[in-house]
């Protein structure tokens, strides 16, 4: 655990962890309110996001790629609300009419913009590139306390930092009203609680958070983050409190194993590179997810929640 | 205005006047209209709730009994209307009603505890960020205790029973100690002893001098249980006392042919009103 | 000819003539199959089934490379992304019945991981000596350049098989998808259909994979059933609606593509599938916007007209803003809201109208007439001019209406 370890390694793993918790904080939220394909609708036109921003700056700089995204991304959450609303369609179908139809306006321009000089594609956009987002100036733990060598960490940590405070804060704000709109919404609005704006601020903090891990780690963790680590902690614990807490914990889990199994789990077969850690981050919580399903202590529905459901 | 009054026999219910004048009224309601599509659920119905009553609102199924409930309180949009509370603009008077809505609205599996749920009545008073202190707890454990749920207090909501679900619900409700007491069919699929602890907790209700109005399906408990109905059927069909208004030909004109003139008079109503 | 034309008119060489075949097959099928899905509210498994199969296709190259074949079997790989395809989908049901998680966090699940899965698999093949050139990559967009006559063909072939299956299975998946309770009362075996729908399901993405990509095959399972039930309100008519939608989509999109170079063959069928899609939501003659916005503004003004009538046949004072412009752009009321003469006598249509509805409610003890009276349906079309004159007797000839003079 020396200097390499700083170097190569510390940022991606804390990247992954922050990304990570972003994503499973509002994630909680969304699978209980049957909402969880939201994330998956987010980080599909995500690529459409960047790739106008992209056309209308010109540059790759972050900032317009990320406000691209966040604008997609609330495009898409209006126009799915406004199928539902207006064509009287079930909520799936319209996120199933709305990310497709962007994500293909997305490739379409990708295709017919000249990007091919800049690195902009939609593996990339899928895949991210975790592993690359290394601290070149980093010689060792010491490094921390190196104002010189902390400039040079990468952006993408210090943008997803902030965002995982900001996603933090907002939920200890909003806990209480979250909590009651999201199992009793005709309470709430009864309360004067106002539950339509509760629901779309939930989905646009979920874009930003969708938006910021993407720029780091792609969109496959994005959507995995959303679902695996809340839907494992609802089968650990019956309060909600304690389920955020299960969540951010596999969360973190997730991040760690999956970098590491993607540095080093190759090796351990003989190989020689790396397999990508996006991808790996997402098979380890859903691994989590499937050891939750097998024995967490509260995976079944019982009572009256079940005849409920079965009705 | 020169107009002459038509006195519409639909308008039976008005031949009553209302027990209060709309400002002092718990909730009064004038011209509601709700749609679904293009088919009034609730057509301009003006309604004055009396107060420190229980009221039943009645009519067949599909009548609009919890439509006209919910879009008074805002919780489904209205096409036309006007809602007043205790005389104000039903948005700033929020505080004073308690609404306890059907049990089937909500997700039963929600990871969340009994005591947790009454303290959602709490909500308003503990604002955003303070912490729930023992105080609170302690209201919210009497809430309970007053409908027969304190041992149940740490069970995960999803284990309860449908009339144990209900005490949870009324319990919330007592936990916001407000004036108005909305309720939207609170004996509905509850076992005997659940229906009778809830009426026993909105009697005391009324005895503090709060208003109660729920919405009843059941006509062979009306007279009962309240002092008032609003019988509807997508019109205001008729309002008033029980005396008054709950008779067999403002339930005919309810209920149409649903309900037999015999089965009526099985309902005890007084001797005077059938005809 | 313009390339557009020609590419339409299938003169625009083999190849692309038996995509575009395949394309519209595909969409028809697509369209009909994903039918029977959105039916029964389960749009997005479609999402789920799509990306579980990447990583079967990765597995099915790593396989037939270490045969020694050649990776790159169209059929092979369709094979291997089947059968990844199935288990993503077995999984997504096992999720939903063993524990308390709900379908939409299975699917999410289950598609997140698959394809997370599916990408490490990638970046295995891409360090495998054969694996440089798999060209893999076009199973996530879909690719038609470059593409040998024989996939072409295994398209338009499969294309056919999944219409041909639609048309066989079309009655029983009618009767599932809209009634699942009754079809099983009358003897049908709704797992087998359900599972043979889902087989349909599958057998339409992975034949789409390599054509339209695995993201974007989502869009021609949901889009075309979505945008045919704007049209038709009968469950079987949405399956030929959905079947023609998708496969116009196809068709035109393959053309559209094959006229430029770079024109992404998938992106362009999708986003024809969503033009026509916008266009239904927009002007469908039923459940179109623009008819909802005409039907319900139509329906506000016949609300406050008649609650504006009633107030004033009971000489109530009207408060409501809206009432007062509908009734004074109807010369009922004066601007300073006293009713005018023509507002008079239609308070007085009203009014007796309101009397003839009390007696027809005290005579008709039928919950079925008396249940129109709802406020707006006018007493005319409930019942026959025998009746109302009836009525009229009992109401014992015309009230008077207007008195000058008040109480």
């Known amino acids: ?311 | 205005m020169k107009q002459a009054a038509i006195t519409l026999a639909a308008d039976r219910g008005r031949v009553h006047s209302p027990a209060a004048p709309p400002e002092d009224s718990p909730l009064a309601i004038s011209g509601l209209t709700v749609s679904y599509g293009d088919k009034p659920a609730v057509f301009s119905v003006d309604a004055t709730f009396a107060p420190e009553a229980m009221t039943a609102i009645i009519g067949p199924n599909g009548a609009g009994k919890s439509t006209l409930l919910k879009a008074s309180l805002g919780v489904i949009p209205r096409v036309s209307g006007e809602v007043t509370v205790f005389g104000r603009p039903i948005e700033r008077a929020r505080e004073r009603i308690a609404y306890v809505p059907q049990r089937a609205s909500v997700d039963w599996d929600f990871p969340t505890t009994v005591i947790d749920v009454v303290l959602m009545g709490l909500y308003r008073r503990i604002g955003l960020v303070r912490r729930i202190g023992r105080a609170n707890r302690d209201t919210a454990l009497e809430c309970l205790d007053r409908v027969g749920m304190a041992d149940f207090a740490h069970r995960q909501i999803g284990q309860l029973s449908g009339g144990q679900q209900q005490r949870v619900f009324l319990a919330r409700a007592l936990a916001q100690d407000a004036d108005l007491y909305l309720l939207d069919e609170p004996f509905a699929g509850v076992d005997a002893a659940t229906e009778r602890a809830i009426i026993d907790v909105l009697k005391a209700l009324k005895a503090q001098s709060r208003a109660v109005v729920c919405v009843h399906h059941d006509l062979a408990t009306v007279r009962a249980y309240f002092d008032h109905v609003f019988l509807i059927n997508v019109r205001r069909i008729a309002q008033g006392t029980v005396e008054e208004a709950f008779t067999s030909e403002n339930l005919q004109a309810t209920y149409g042919g649903r309900l037999a003139t015999g089965h009526i008079d099985q309902l005890s109503l007084p001797g005077q009103q059938v005809s | 000819m313009n390339p557009l034309a020609e590419a339409l008119l299938l003169q625009a060489g083999y190849n692309a003539a038996l995509v575009g075949i395949g394309a519209g097959l595909l969409g028809f099928a697509a369209g009909a199959a994903g039918t029977f899905l959105f039916l029964r509210k389960r749009a997005l498994v479609s999402d789920a089934v799509a990306h579980a199969t990447l990583p079967g296709v990765g597995l099915a190259f790593i396989v037939m490379v270490m045969a020694g074949g050649d990776g790159r079997n169209l059929l092979g790989l369709l094979a291997g992304s089947a059968v990844s395809a199935w288990v993503g989908l077995w999984l997504v049901q096992w999720m939903t019945r063993t524990t308390r998680l709900s379908e939409d966090a299975a699917i999410g699940a289950v598609l997140s991981v698959f394809f997370g899965l599916g990408i490490v698999i990638l970046t295995v093949i891409q360090t495998m000596s054969s694996g440089r050139q798999a060209g893999l990559e076009s199973f996530l967009l879909g690719s038609t350049a470059g593409m040998l006559f024989n996939d072409a063909l295994i398209i338009a072939i499969g294309g056919s098989l999944a219409v041909i299956a639609t048309w066989l299975l079309r009655r029983p998946m009618t009767l599932v998808s809209f009634d699942p309770d009754y079809a099983a009362a009358s003897g049908t075996n709704v797992d087998r259909i359900d599972l043979a729908m889902m087989g349909l399901v599958m057998a339409v993405t992975v034949i789409g994979l390599k054509l339209v990509g695995l993201i974007l095959i989502i869009a021609l399972l949901i889009i075309p059933p979505v945008t045919a039930r704007f049209w038709t309100e009968r469950s079987d008519h949405v399956i030929w609606w959905a079947g023609i939608f998708g496969g116009v989509s196809g068709y035109v999109g393959a053309a559209i593509s094959a006229s430029a170079p770079a024109l992404p063959t998938g992106a362009i069928i999708v986003l024809v599938a969503a033009g026509l899609f916008g266009l239904s939501l927009l002007f469908a003659p039923a459940r179109g916007v623009a008819a909802a916005v005409l039907r319900h503004r139509r329906f506000q003004w016949r609300v406050h007209r008649r609650q504006g009538l009633l107030a004033m046949a009971r000489a109530e004072p009207i408060h409501d803003p809206f009432t007062l412009r509908v009734l004074g752009s109807e010369g009922l009321v004066r601007r300073d809201g006293v009713p005018t003469d023509a507002g008079r006598a239609q308070a007085a249509k009203i009014a007796r109208d309101e009397r003839r509805w009390d007696v027809a409610r005290q005579i008709h003890l039928d919950a079925g007439l008396t249940g129109r009276y709802d406020g707006l349906t006018p007493i005319e079309q409930v019942f026959t001019p025998d009746e109302i004159a009836e009525f009229d007797a009992r109401i014992g000839g015309p009230a008077p209406v207007a008195t000058q003079g008040g109480h």
């Open chain 1, 1 to 311: 655990m020396g200097a390499q370890f700083v170097q190569f390694s510390l940022t991606p793993i804390l990247i992954g962890i922050f990304a990570a918790i972003a994503c499973a904080l509002p994630g909680n939220f969304l699978v209980l309110r049957r909402q969880a394909l939201i994330g998956d609708a987010i980080s599909h036109v995500v690529l459409p996001g960047i790739v106008v921003a992209f056309l209308i700056t010109g540059t790759v700089a972050a900032i317009p790629m990320l406000l691209g995204a966040a604008g997609a991304a609330i495009v898409a959450v209006i126009l799915i609300e406004a199928i539902k609303r207006l064509g009287r369609i079930e909520p799936g179908a319209a996120m199933g009419v709305t990310f497709t139809t962007l994500f293909a306006a997305g490739v379409l321009l990708l295709d017919q913009s000249d990007t091919s000089n800049v690195h902009l594609d939609v593996e990339h956009a899928l895949m991210g590139n975790l592993e690359s987002l290394i601290w070149f100036r980093a010689e060792g733990w010491h490094s921390l306390f190196d104002p010189v060598a902390l400039a040079a960490l990468p952006d993408e940590l210090g943008r997803i930092f902030v965002v995982c405070l900001l996603v933090i804060a907002l939920t200890v704000f909003f806990w209480r009203p979250l909590k009651i709109s999201t199992f009793d919404e005709g309470f709430a609005q009864a309360l004067g609680l106002p539950v339509g704006a509760m629901g779309f601020g939930l989905v646009v903090v979920a874009a930003i958070a969708a938006v910021a891990a993407f720029d780091a780690v792609g969109s496959i963790i994005v959507i995995a983050m959303f679902i695996c680590p809340p839907a494992a902690a609802r089968l650990m614990t019956n309060s909600l409190e304690r389920q955020v807490w299960w969540s951010v914990g596999f969360a973190t889990l997730a991040a760690i194993l999956g970098y590491v199994f993607a540095g080093y789990g190759p090796l351990w077969f003989g190989g020689q590179n790396a397999v990508s850690a996006a991808g790996m981050i997402a098979a380890v919580s859903g691994v989590i997810l499937g050891l939750a399903c097998l024995y967490g202590p509260h995976r079944s529905r019982v009572g009256a929640a079940r005849q409920q459901a079965d009705a």
